[in-house]
């Protein structure tokens, strides 16, 4: 059995959170049930971007960093206060004892630039949302990341994506990486894609 944490922050797309816990769910009854995904966050609570509140099943404070396989992070909106939880330090410091060692990290469009901000993207391929109005891949270049234009880019044990479209593919990536590529095709088939 794998465990992967959901690492929420305030201001998080729900959408973006939410096909990890359909696809990891779908696994665990229709898949090969190995997989287990546990919400944590800063707060007792949390509001998404679009004003939903969660409840994480767990604090950062209360969960063990070794207990887990893989870290998945969705992306989230700057004016519902994304940032201040994605670039606090102790977001920091979880992202990098996943890097450290050698973890599986999945993030959803902004979100890598909470890996930026950690430092672990440094030299290393990575992307970002993609919209020309948008500024965050000069954001995540500034952190020293090798910016590539594509959907989703994967550099070593780091998946990153250009928008909130990518959420599933993203999703089925990181069950891909935690299970098989038989079961992930099976999981797919299941819920229609």
């Known amino acids: 059995m794998t465990k992967t944490l959901l690492l929420l922050a305030n ?11 359909d696809v990891f769910g779908w696994n665990q009854l229709e898949g090969d049930g190995t997989t287990e995904l546990i919400t ?12 939903f509140t969660v409840t994480p099943e767990f604090l950062v404070s209360e969960v063990n960093l070794d207990d887990f396989d893989a870290l998945v992070i969705p992306g989230g909106f700057e004016e519902a206060g994304f940032y201040s939880d994605a670039f606090d330090a102790r977001f920091s410091k979880i992202i990098r004892h996943f890097n ?3 973890k599986l990290i999945a993030t959803i469009c902004v979100a890598s630039l909470a890996l930026g901000n950690s430092g672990i ?11 020309p109005t948008s500024i965050r891949r000069r954001q995540l270049a500034n952190f020293g990341a090798n910016l590539v234009d594509a959907p989703i880019v994967v550099d070593n044990n780091i998946i990153t994506s250009s928008n ?30």
Do not use: I
Not at 11 to 21: I, Q
Not at 40 to 51: D, E, I, S
């Open 11 to 21: 201001g998080f797309e729900a959408v973006e959170a939410s096909v990890f816990t």
């Open 40 to 51: 944590v966050g800063l707060h007792p609570q949390l509001k998404c971007t679009w004003n």
């Open 100 to 102: 450290d060692n050698n």
């Open 121 to 131: 993207l440094k030299g290393r391929k990575a992307t970002t949302y993609n919209h």
């Open 164 to 193: 909130p479209g990518t959420a599933f593919e993203v999703a089925f990536l990181a069950l891909e990486r935690l299970t098989s590529k038989e079961n992930c095709h099976k999981v797919r088939e299941l819920m229609g894609f």
